[in-house]
């Protein structure tokens, strides 16, 4: 029983630190990619956007699109990254675990602007980082708003049940 207790105690550091680990790969695959693999695959994307909202295949539409998913997918991506490594600061107990956060997910977003660099067809750009930064800010304050809304309902609960 003990066992399973610590294991109990150390999964969400378990699992955000795996979620973490696996964001970062999938970032360095995707930032290893060349042009024209990554044009390939947002290609598919802005295909299916274009479908789903049946948009004029013009090239401004077809660029506008293009650039909006790309954009996107490094917001999303960072956030997941700013969301797990949120919930591994706090899950290691860390004085202050929100800048722990922010400041590898700062790194984590030049470093992959960085990388592009030596890949063909793609290029870094200030713009990106701070689209990256913004989803790793977006990706923590929401764990960090959950966390807040779990701790009051608790309170509530405890004021309740005496």
């Not at 793609?122 to 930064?133: E, K, M, Q």
Request: net charge positive.
């Amino acid at each position: 029983m003990k066992v399973l207790s610590r294991i109990k105690s150390k999964l969400p550091l378990i699992i955000s630190a795996a979620i973490v680990l696996a964001t970062l790969a999938a970032l360095f695959v995707f930032s290893g990619q060349d042009g024209e693999e990554s044009s390939q695959t947002s290609g598919m994307i802005v295909d299916f956007v274009m479908k789903l909202f049946r948009l004029s295949d013009d090239a401004e539409t077809l660029n506008t699109v293009t650039f909006i998913v790309r954009k996107l997918a490094h917001f999303t991506i960072f956030a997941i990254l700013g969301a797990s490594l949120c919930q591994f600061t706090s899950s290691l107990k860390l004085l202050r675990p929100y800048i722990s956060t922010l400041i590898v997910g700062l790194c984590a977003a030049i470093l992959n602007e960085l990388q592009q660099l030596g890949s063909n067809g793609r290029t870094a750009s200030a713009r990106d980082v701070a689209i990256d930064f913004a989803g790793v800010i977006v990706g923590s304050l929401i764990v960090w708003g959950i966390r807040r809304l779990m701790q009051n309902h608790r309170k509530i609960k405890k004021t309740v049940d005496k």
